[in-house]
C-alpha cells in the first residue's frame, strides 16, 4: 500500500489497469466472441454447446470452448454437467452475468441513438482523406 502511494503519476498512467478502472471489464466482457456468448445466454436462457454454435455466427467449436472456459473461471457463465448417456453439458448466464445486463442494454441504447453518426463522421473523415502525420 505505502509502494503504491509513493508511485509518480507516469506510473500509474503506464499500467492501462489504474489509469482506466475499467479496463479490466473491457478485457473481460467484451473480447470478441464474449458479448454475443453472452447475450445469447442472457436472451435464450440455458442451452447446450450446439445451441451456442448455432446462434452465433461464425464461431468456431475451438474459440466457443475457449470462451465458454473463461466466461466459468470468470463466474459469467454456469456450466452443468449431467451425467447421462450419451453426458448432455449446459450452459447457462450466471447471476453476476445478468448483472451485466443494465450495462448491455445501455450500450444497445447508445448504439441505436448514436451509430448513424458514427458511420456519417467515418464517411466525412474518408471522403477528406486520412491526416498525414
Known sequence: MAAEAGRSTA???????LACPVS????????RWTTPILWSLHTFGRQRFVELERRIKGIT?????Q???????????????HPEVPPRVEYEISDLGRSLAPLFAHLAEWA???LEHVERARRHYDEAGSPRG
Open 67 to 81: 470462451r465458454l472456459r473463461q466466461l466459468e473461471r470468470d463466474g459469467l457463465v454456469v456450466r452443468t454437467y
Open 24 to 31: 479490466p471489464v473491457v478485457d473481460i466482457v467484451f473480447s
Open 112 to 114: 441505436t441513438t448514436n
Open 11 to 17: 506510473d500509474t498512467t503506464a499500467d492501462p489497469e
Open 61 to 65: 467449436p475451438k474459440v466457443l470452448t
